[in-house]
């Protein structure tokens, strides 16, 4: 067991350094003191590697079809994680953490072990976690690290094993690079690159549980509960960081207006929880007034998503701050509703042209596409113009949720010249969508109508129409 001979020549080499006691300790040279720290964090990974293997062990033998008989069962456990939890004495977290690696640590070890190198001709299919376990017995990972991976990128979909593998070795040799926080972010990015279809049950899975509830305690307090989809999430986000920036050591301002708002910000006695809250109460009420001007002053919050072109499609993204990962219709959706820039790179990444911004619609525009549509097209749907979302080169007004819908579920609509605009559900039967507006029968009137020669002289007549808005 080489990992055992590495253990001793550590253990060896710390006691040449460190003499008894804690008085002398202290009174080490600085490059002592450093190495001490060195062989002492070196000592804690083989620790640490020990327990997961220990843990694998007790586990193992403590599987929920033993029952009673289960080792932690038979010791009054309920099961490997309670048992691993009381001798370790550390969190229930931990110790599943420890119980989860060591499964995995024995399932490449059954895979790898001399009775399966003496039967040669049974095929043994290596599970795709076998590098990150290898790495963690060589001493190239630590166990978070190693946790983070696991569970980054999380089990393959059936078939794609091999690329799971080559993923996990790729990111054994870029830990270096990362915080234990950044390697879990990393590998989910991987994952949902390497399983674009995954990633997009993922996201509409967390669009489906999002939810907002408040309830009371009893003594009247009132409480409430807010579970994000992907892009709420990265909104809220965005909109904290802008208005907490000077806080939380963003760039200086240089107009001094400006600064000294920062610094009367760092100043403010209210907590970062408090000021959280006093922003998004802000945002809200700014939001029913619609004036965010007012709120977030020159620096509005927004979400900035990178996507790359795919046969000149754009294809799965991410977010520019966090690098969290976006599939293809939600980019989509976003370019129909904020327009895009497009960035051209050369074979290293170095950005070669840096176009115009892309933008479908200009807030005149939607004035206008609010005039024609009165609100969300969708048939049945009765959301206000205001809270719509313009899609596509003809700027179709959908809300939200029903913008979302269509992209992320293989809606189209087609609008052939003069005629309605059609929406052609995904295997179902075309459903011809209807404007909402008041004046709607102005251009599209009903069939009778049309045979009447005085209302199409009125209509003629009406063709200006005269909105107006403020600023
Ligand atoms: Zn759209
Ligand atoms: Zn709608």
Redesign the pocket.
């Known amino acids: 067991m080489t990992f055992l001979d590495d253990f001793q020549a550590h253990v060896d080499a710390i006691a040449t350094l460190v003499p008894s006691d804690v008085a002398q300790v202290a009174a080490m040279s600085d490059d002592d003191a450093l190495r001490f720290m060195d062989l002492s964090a070196a000592l804690r990974k083989h620790g640490d590697r020990f327990s997961v293997i220990a843990a694998g062990v007790v586990a193992s033998r403590s599987s929920r079809d033993a029952g009673h008989g289960g080792l932690a069962q038979g010791r009054g456990h309920r099961n490997a994680v309670a048992l691993v939890q009381e001798v370790a004495g550390t969190s229930r977290g931990e110790a599943a953490r420890q119980v989860r690696l060591g499964q995995s640590l024995l399932e490449t070890a059954q895979t790898e072990g001399p009775d399966v190198a003496d039967a040669p001709d049974v095929p043994v299919a290596v599970p795709w976690h076998a590098p990150l376990d290898r790495a963690l017995l060589d001493g190239a990972l630590t166990s978070a690290q190693m946790d983070a991976i696991t569970r980054g990128l999380g089990a393959p979909p059936e078939g794609a094993e091999e690329a799971w593998r080559l993923a996990a070795e790729q990111l054994v040799t870029a830990v270096s690079e990362y915080t234990v926080e950044d390697l879990a972010a990393t590998a989910r990015a991987v994952r949902d690159r390497l399983d674009p279809e995954g990633a997009e049950e993922r996201f509409l899975a967390r669009y489906e549980a999002r939810g907002f509830r408040m309830w009371t305690d009893a003594h009247g307090g009132k409480h409430a509960r807010l579970d994000f989809d992907d892009e709420g999430a990265a909104w809220v986000q965005s909109l904290i960081a802008a208005g907490l920036r000077p806080r939380l050591g963003g760039p200086r301002f240089v107009d001094s207006e400006e600064a000294a708002k920062a610094q009367s910000l760092v100043e403010d006695p209210r907590s970062n929880e408090q000021l959280q809250y006093d922003l998004l109460m802000d945002a809200l009420r700014a939001g029913a007034l619609a004036d965010a001007e007012q709120v977030f002053g020159a620096r509005q919050p927004g979400v900035r998503l990178v996507s790359v072109l795919e046969d000149s499609k754009p294809g799965p993204g991410h977010t520019e701050d966090g690098g969290h990962s976006l599939p293809a219709p939600a980019i989509e959706q976003a370019i129909c509703n904020t327009g895009y820039t497009p960035v051209t790179v050369d074979a290293c990444g170095n950005p070669l042209d840096v176009g115009r911004e892309q933008r479908l619609f200009t807030p005149k525009q939607r004035i206008a596409l609010a005039v024609r549509d009165g609100g ?1 097209m ?1 048939h049945g ?1 009765g ?1 206000p113009a205001s809270y719509c979302e313009a899609h596509h080169d003809r700027g179709i007004l ?2 939200r ?2 913008h979302m819908n269509l992209h992320h579920h293989g809606h189209r609509i087609t609008r052939e010249r003069g005629g309605p605009f059609v929406l052609h559900p995904p295997g179902g039967e075309p459903v011809p969508l209807h404007s909402r507006s008041p004046l709607r029968w102005m251009w599209d009137p009903p069939p009778r109508a049309v045979q009447s020669p005085g209302l199409s002289a009125a209509i003629a007549a009406t063709a200006s129409i005269s909105t107006s808005w403020s600023s």
Do not use: A, K, Q
Request: aromatic share 24%; glycine share 0%; hydrophobic share 50%.
């Open positions: 969300c969708w749907c959301m959908l809300c949720f029903h």
